[in-house]
Nanobody
Framework: QVELQQSGPGLIEPSQTLSLTCTVSGGSITADDVWWTWIRQPPGKGLEWIGY???????TYRPSLESRISISRDTTKNTFTLQLSSATPEDAAVYYC???????????WGQGTPVTVSS
């Protein structure tokens, strides 16, 4: 059974960098045909795909966020991390990590981290 456990702050100040980590257990982040993904849901809105890192460490980002985001991984810890720089109140959302499989569809999700951007 794959489990994704998120960690990171729920409150950051404007202009700071949001950093969230997803720890994967029960499966390797280097496994074939899966994409380790970050998704967010702003208040009152639908899910918004942010980006992913694949089993080779190659990343793909949402174009509108590409200049501010970075997804990295630590294969020794089986984790992947989202960094979102220059945060604004518009970045407030519940952030999720998830495993995408071919489709794409998402078969495992983290518990979600509500993030507020406020001074």
């Amino acid at each position: 059974q794959v489990e994704l456990q998120q960690s990171g702050p729920g409150l950051i100040e404007p202009s700071q960098t949001l950093s969230l980590t997803c720890t994967v257990s029960g499966g390797s982040i280097t496994a074939d045909d899966v994409w380790w993904t970050w998704i967010r849901q702003p208040p009152g809105k639908g899910l918004e795909w942010i980006g992913y890192i694949d089993n080779s460490g190659i990343t793909t980002y949402r174009p509108s966020l590409e200049s501010r985001i970075s997804i990295s991984r630590d294969t020794t810890k089986n984790t992947f991390t989202l960094q979102l720089s220059s945060a604004t109140p518009e970045d407030a959302a519940v952030y999720y990590c998830a495993r995408a499989i071919s489709g794409p569809s998402y078969d495992y999700w983290g518990q979600g981290t509500p993030v507020t951007v406020s001074s």
